[in-house]
């Protein structure tokens, strides 16, 4: 495996990419990336742009791979070390990796709700990969919200209010019924020690700085955000609520439409994501890790 790049190593923003081509997905986030092969790329210099990329579109797309699990830890490890995820068995000889699976019989997905992946740890990956093995013939998108866009939006009163708080985070699932009662649908995945979901919860800032770009983001999801430290359920309610619903206005989102082959990678940071669920009677099955336990700040 290569060794990580820090993100301090990217080239400056203002340098154009000369490794590979660049397709903006929308205004506000995402890109697709063409012209390189993941598996084979050892080139050091390529891989400082495609953090620069990274940094500044938050979410990469890298159409046409052709990936096994040991070439998806390959290219997460250039962006981070391994993480475990809590709830679900990784692959035997790659526990880093999951499947993500939704069978044509069942009609629950997996990350089916605006979230950023596993912000109720202490130190939250930075990164996650997701690669396509098999897609439905039309559906199945995932959709990206740039939370950089959504705090600069805020007006000036909000901003003030907001940069200080602390949002209590939880893995429960609180609001979408329970952990246990969310992924017990799910059969075509080995879930485990859902009943420990409300013992795992953390302390964040519902406004992060980016380590890299020193942009700030909203920090704050419907799925793991409980309340805010100091407040009441009762008393945070409202402020969340205004939060989470600004963050997801069409104009700060970009749509990812996925193939076999398809690798994203995507900066949890400064985006949420949310499957959509509109696929039924066909299955899907993907690959995720995430990389780069961070400490939001």
Same mark, same amino acid.
């Given at each position: 495996?290569?060794?990580?790049?820090?993100?301090?190593?990217?080239?400056?923003?203002?340098?154009?990419?000369?490794?590979?081509?660049?397709?903006?997905?929308?205004?506000?986030?995402?890109?697709?990336?063409?012209?390189?092969?993941?598996?084979?790329?050892?080139?050091?210099?390529?891989?400082?742009?495609?953090?620069?990329?990274?940094?500044?579109?938050?979410?990469?797309?890298?159409?046409?791979?052709?990936?096994?699990?040991?070439?998806?830890?390959?290219?997460?490890?250039?962006?981070?070390?391994?993480?475990?995820?809590?709830?679900?068995?990784?692959?035997?000889?790659?526990?880093?990796?999951?499947?993500?699976?939704?069978?044509?019989?069942?009609?629950?997905?997996?990350?089916?709700?605006?979230?950023?992946?596993?912000?109720?740890?202490?130190?939250?990956?930075?990164?996650?990969?997701?690669?396509?093995?098999?897609?439905?013939?039309?559906?199945?998108?995932?959709?990206?919200?740039?939370?950089?866009?959504?705090?600069?939006?805020?007006?000036?009163?909000?901003?003030?209010?907001?940069?200080?708080?602390?949002?209590?985070?939880? !893995?429960?699932?609180?609001?979408?019924?329970?952990?246990?009662?969310?992924?017990?649908?799910?059969?075509?995945?080995?879930?485990?020690?859902?009943?420990?979901? !409300?013992?795992?919860?953390?302390?964040?800032?519902?406004?992060?700085?980016?380590?890299?770009?020193? &942009?700030? !983001?909203?920090?704050?999801?419907?799925?793991?955000?409980?309340?805010?430290?100091?407040?009441?359920?009762?008393?945070?309610?409202?402020?969340?609520?205004?939060?989470?619903?600004?963050?997801?206005?069409?104009?700060?989102?970009?749509?990812?439409?996925?193939?076999?082959?398809?690798?994203?990678?995507?900066?949890?940071?400064?985006?949420?994501?949310?499957?959509?669920?509109?696929?039924?009677?066909?299955?899907?099955?993907? &690959?995720?890790?995430?990389?780069?336990?961070?400490?939001?700040?």
């Amino acid at each position: 495996m290569g060794q990580p790049l820090t993100e301090a190593q990217a080239a400056p923003a203002s340098a154009p990419y000369k490794a590979f081509e660049v397709a903006p997905l929308a205004g506000a986030l995402g890109a697709e990336i063409s012209g390189v092969d993941l598996a084979t790329l050892r080139d050091d210099v390529v891989w400082k742009e495609i953090l620069r990329a990274f940094v500044e579109y938050s979410v990469l797309v890298f159409p046409g791979q052709k990936l096994e699990a040991a070439d998806i830890m390959a290219v997460g490890s250039r962006f981070g070390p391994p993480s475990y995820y809590p709830f679900v068995v990784g692959m035997p000889e790659f526990p880093y990796i999951f499947e993500i699976i939704k069978e044509a019989s069942e009609t629950r997905n997996f990350g089916g709700a605006w979230h950023s992946d596993s912000s109720y740890l202490p130190s939250p990956p930075l990164g996650t990969l997701l690669y396509a093995l098999e897609t439905p013939s039309h559906g199945g998108d995932t959709l990206f919200t740039s939370t950089y866009a959504a705090y600069d939006a805020l007006s000036e009163g909000m901003k003030k209010l907001v940069d200080p708080l602390v949002g209590v985070f939880s !893995a429960e699932l609180k609001y979408g019924g329970g952990r246990t009662h969310m992924h017990k649908s799910i059969g075509a995945m080995e879930i485990h020690d859902t009943d420990k979901a !409300a013992e795992i919860g953390a302390e964040h800032p519902l406004v992060r700085t980016h380590l890299v770009s020193g &942009r700030k !983001a909203l920090y704050l999801s419907r799925s793991h955000t409980v309340s805010i430290k100091g407040m009441s359920e009762e008393e945070s309610k409202p402020i969340l609520e205004y939060l989470i619903a600004h963050q997801v206005k069409p104009e700060f989102t970009c749509r990812v439409r996925w193939a076999p082959g398809t690798l994203t990678v995507w900066d949890n940071r400064c985006t949420q994501h949310n499957a959509v669920n509109d696929y039924h009677g066909q299955r899907r099955r993907m &690959r995720r890790l995430t990389v780069g336990a961070q400490r939001p700040g």
